[in-house]
């Protein structure tokens, strides 16, 4: 929720047509071509889905009967595997692991009485992972998960320290604060890395998904010339960043864990790691004197979970170091507490509701003059 617009942007560069926001999704058209570079190079979405059908659902008979008339030995074989997420809004229904469950059988069926035979189910990387989308009035879009696993998946993240961000969500921040890697940046409390890693992939133009593997791969019509093409391309519009990026942290063992994390997609050398407090803390330069200050986008303790103990005392001191360390630089602090935020003591130019999770967060803009604005 609130990437939308810039999910919308994304996927406009890439080429896409008829692009239309709704609520958590965007809808457009365009080919495989586009389908393979959505999955690879869209730093916003979860999931890039297909449509196969849309139809009515009244109730259980009727959702089963129409999910048989799809043809669906052109999207699996009968020794394939499939499975099914289901996102239920309707209250006609009962919960989404019966819908997986009615929308398994009607597959399963329809392939028992046309062959004798069947597809398995599996969660486990499945040859054909599918959608089912039912709207609060009953209206039903099953489509093909052309991602596999969520995109949020860059392939970098394993161990990580408590409360990581979600990639996807760290990378929408970043965008939100307009950051592409033409002026210097900071996060001062990095944390497992996941902003910084973001940020590193944003300013060397690295495609999110270079590091993994996608659900179409395994499709009947894949184009693996295509594919190859589209990640050549990706590869080769690759660059060195030409401003620093620095995350730092206390805690040195939540560091290690980033380091790690930074070197699974070739960027560890990009990043300087270091470990010190927000307060202490050297702001980085640029690497020329025609851009001064930077951008610092940071996810600092909400206190909900993770025990900092004076949290008020912590945000009042965030917004002290901003003044004192930070001129010239664009400020952005993410956090679902809002008593803990009015301590920062600083005027706001924006504010942006986001969700992180469950938690209803806001990522507040601070611009940081030299002296008097």
């Known amino acids: 929720m609130g990437l939308e ?30 389908v393979y570079r959505a999955n690879l190079e869209l730093r916003t979405a979860l999931r890039v889905l297909l449509p196969i059908d849309k139809f009515m659902a009244h109730n259980e008979k009727g959702l089963y009967t129409m999910l048989r008339e799809t043809d669906w030995s052109k999207f699996v074989g009968k020794d394939g595997s499939i499975w099914i997420d289901v996102v239920n809004q309707s209250d006609r229904f009962r919960n989404s692991q019966f819908l997986a469950q009615l929308t398994k059988d009607a597959i399963v069926d329809q392939f028992r009485d046309k062959t004798g035979d069947r597809p398995n189910v599996s969660k486990d990387n499945p040859e054909l992972r599918l959608n089912l989308h039912i709207g609060k009035k009953g209206h039903a879009v099953i489509s093909a998960d052309s991602s596999g696993e969520g995109l949020h998946r860059r392939g970098y993240r394993g161990r990580t320290g408590a409360a990581p961000l979600n990639e996807v969500l760290a990378a929408g921040l970043l965008m939100l604060a307009e950051y592409d890697g033409s002026v210097p940046f900071v996060d001062p409390m990095c944390g497992s890395g996941t902003i910084a890693c973001e940020a590193a992939m944003i300013a060397a133009n690295h495609a999110p998904g270079l590091h993994r593997k996608f659900g179409f791969q395994q499709w009947p019509d894949f184009d693996a010339e295509l594919f190859s093409d589209v990640r050549q391309a990706a590869l080769d519009r690759k660059i060195r960043p030409a401003h620093p990026i620095v995350a730092a942290d206390r805690d040195g063992l939540s560091l290690q864990l980033a380091k790690i994390a930074a070197d699974r997609i070739g960027l560890n ?7 010190s407090d927000f307060q202490t803390l050297e702001p980085p330069k640029a690497n020329s004197e025609d851009t001064p200050g930077g951008v610092l986008v940071t996810n600092p303790p909400y206190d909900l979970r993770l025990k900092t103990g004076d949290i ?16 010239n630089y664009a400020a952005f602090l993410f956090s679902a507490n809002r008593d803990a935020l009015k301590n ?7 504010k942006i509701i986001l969700m992180n999770g469950q938690l209803e967060a806001r990522l507040q803009k601070y611009e940081m003059y030299l002296g008097k604005k």
């Not at 919308?8 to 560069?13: D, F, R």
């Not at 050398?269 to 470990?275: H, R, Y």
Request: proline share 0%; hydrophobic share 40%.
């Open 312 to 327: 008020d005392g912590l945000y009042k001191e965030i917004g002290d170091t901003l003044k004192k360390r930070y001129d």
């Open 269 to 275: 050398a990009a990043i300087s790691w270091v470990e």
């Open 5 to 34: 617009d810039i999910l919308a942007s994304e996927l406009k560069v890439l080429g896409a047509k008829d692009i239309e926001t709704g609520i958590r999704m965007v809808s457009c058209q365009g080919d495989m071509k586009l």
């Open 344 to 350: 920062v003591g600083l005027r706001t130019s924006r």
